[in-house]
C-alpha cells in the first residue's frame, strides 16, 4: 500500500507541473498534502499516550495508508479537471491607487497597535506571557483574533509594496514583525506558518514551480517554516515555564521525541483510531456545523466548529489528557469511508485552484486575501474537521475586511480607481 501511495504522489505531481506550474496557493496545498502524507508514506505512525507524546513510533496500518491514497486520488483529480493554470492570456494584475496602497498599510499599523493597547491594558504589558489557554479570556477573543491577523496582513502588504513605499516600509514592517513574534510567543504557530506559506507566494508571485524549486529563497523559507513548526513551541513553553529550551524540545527524554512530535504523526494516528474503533461521524453534522460557519458568530446561534474533534478527543482518544489536532481526512472517513475520502480531495483541490485564479483576476489588496485564504487551506485543512477549516478562514476575513473599513472611512472612499500593474515581485514572470 505504501507503494500505492507512492505512485499516486508521483502522478498528482507529474499533473501539477503539468497543469498548474505556478508559485501559487496551488503549490502551498501540494506542500502541505505532502507534508501530512508523510507518516504513510514511510509507513509509521505515533502511538497516543495518556500523559504525553511517546518518543518512538510503530508500523502504520494498510487501511489508513490506503485513506491517504483516495486523498491524493481525489486532489489529483481536482488538478486534473480544473481549468489550467499554464498557457492562455494571463490575467491582468491590478492595484488600487498608490494613496489607497499606502492608507491601507498606515490603518493595518493602527488598528494593530490599538488593539495591542487594548490587550496590554486589559492583562498587563507581558500577556503574551500567560499561559495559552488563559489568554483568550484575558484579552479578548475577538480583538486578539483581529490584531493576530491585521498584523500579519499588514507585514505581507508592507513588504509586497516595499519599493514605491520607500524606507517608511522598514519602520512599518519591523512593528508588524514584531507583532507576529509575539503572537508566536503567545503560542500560536498556526498563523506564522500560513504567512511564510503566503510570503513565499508574494516572494515568487508565478514563478514556474520548477524553477522556484530550486532557489534559494524557496528553500530558506522552507527552512524559516520548518523552524517555526519544530522549534516555536517549545520555545514558547520554555519561555513561559522558565524551563531548558533543551528540555521543552526533546521532552526531557529522548531526541526521537523531537521526531514523534511532528504534528503529521498525530493527525495520521487520528486515522488509525477512526479505523480500529470502526467510528462514523453523522454526515448532517458536518454539513449543518460546515454552513454555520458562514455566519459572523456561529456560537451566537448554538453552533459549534468543535463536534468532530471532540469525538476524538472524548471517545477515540480519551485516554490523553492533553489537546489532539483534528484530521481532515479522517472527518471524510468516518463520514462514508473512501468514497467520501475522494469527495474531499476534490473539494481540497477545487477550492485552491478557484482561489488561484480569484487572486489572478482580483482587484487591489483583496489580492492578499485570497492568497492567505488559500494559505489557510493549504496549511491547516490537513490538521482539522472541515467546519474548523472554515472557522479559522474566518478570521483573516474579518481582519482583512476591519482594515478595508477603515481605509474606506479615513478616505470617504476616495481613491477607488484600479490601474493595471505588474506584481512588484515576480517580474520575471514565465522566464
Not at 475522494?342 to 486575501?369: D, E
Not at 476591519?402 to 522566464?431: E, M, N
Request: one cysteine or more; hydrophobic letters at 55%.
Amino acid at each position: 500500500m505504501v507503494l500505492a501511495l507512492w505512485s499516486m504522489v508521483a502522478v498528482t505531481t507529474f499533473i501539477l507541473v503539468a497543469r498548474h506550474n505556478r508559485v501559487s496557493v496551488v503549490a502551498i496545498g501540494y506542500i502541505g498534502l505532502l507534508a501530512y502524507s508523510v507518516p504513510a508514506l514511510i509507513g509509521f505512525t505515533r502511538p497516543v499516550s495518556a500523559k504525553g507524546l511517546v518518543p518512538y513510533l510503530e508500523p502504520a496500518s494498510s487501511e489508513a495508508i490506503l485513506v491517504m491514497v483516495a486523498a491524493w486520488l481525489g486532489f489529483g483529480l481536482a488538478l486534473l479537471l480544473m481549468p489550467s493554470s499554464v498557457g492562455g492570456r494571463r490575467p491582468p494584475c491590478y492595484q488600487l491607487h498608490p494613496m489607497r496602497v499606502i492608507w491601507f498599510i498606515r490603518c493595518a499599523l493602527i488598528i494593530s497597535l490599538a488593539c495591542y493597547a487594548w490587550m496590554a491594558n486589559r492583562a498587563g504589558l507581558e500577556w503574551y506571557a500567560m499561559e495559552r489557554a488563559d489568554i483568550y479570556d484575558a484579552v479578548g477573543g475577538l480583538i486578539s483574533i483581529v490584531w493576530r491577523w491585521v498584523s500579519g496582513i499588514g507585514l505581507l502588504a508592507s513588504i509586497y509594496f516595499d519599493r514605491p513605499w520607500g524606507r517608511g516600509a522598514r519602520i512599518y514592517q519591523a512593528i508588524f514583525a514584531l507583532m507576529v513574534a509575539l503572537n508566536a510567543i503567545a503560542g500560536d504557530r498556526t498563523v506564522p506558518v500560513i504567512l511564510a506559506m503566503a510570503f513565499a507566494i508574494v516572494l515568487l508571485w508565478e514563478w514556474p514551480i520548477t524553477k522556484a524549486a530550486l532557489h534559494w529563497k524557496a528553500w530558506a523559507i522552507g527552512l524559516a517554516t520548518l523552524a517555526i513548526i519544530f522549534f516555536m513551541k517549545p520555545f514558547y513553553l520554555a519561555y513561559k515555564r522558565d524551563l531548558p529550551f533543551g528540555r521543552m524540545l526533546t521532552g526531557g527524554s529522548d531526541p526521537m521525541a523531537m521526531v514523534a512530535s511532528w504534528e503529521a504523526f498525530g493527525t495520521h494516528e487520528n486515522i488509525e483510531g477512526l479505523i480500529r474503533s470502526s467510528t462514523t461521524y453523522p454526515w448532517w453534522n458536518t454539513v449543518r456545523d460546515t454552513l454555520a460557519q458562514l455566519l459572523i458568530q456561529p456560537s451566537a446561534f448554538g453552533f459549534d466548529s468543535t463536534g468532530f474533534n471532540t469525538v476524538l478527543q472524548t471517545q477515540i482518544f480519551s485516554q490523553a489528557l492533553y489537546g489532539l489536532a483534528g484530521t481532515f481526512w479522517g472527518q471524510a472517513w468516518a463520514i462514508g469511508g473512501i468514497p467520501v475520502v475522494i469527495v474531499f480531495g476534490l473539494i481540497y483541490g477545487g477550492a485552491l485552484v478557484a482561489l488561484h485564479h480569484a487572486s489572478l483576476k482580483s482587484k487591489g489588496m483583496w489580492f492578499f486575501f485570497w492568497i492567505i485564504l488559500g494559505s489557510v487551506i493549504g496549511v491547516y485543512a490537513h490538521r482539522n474537521a472541515l467546519e474548523n477549516v472554515l472557522a479559522q478562514a474566518r478570521q483573516p476575513f474579518v481582519g482583512f475586511v476591519t482594515i478595508q473599513v477603515l481605509v474606506w472611512v479615513l478616505l470617504f472612499g476616495r481613491f477607488h480607481t484600479s490601474i493595471p500593474a505588474v506584481p512588484i515581485v515576480g517580474r520575471d514572470y514565465g522566464k
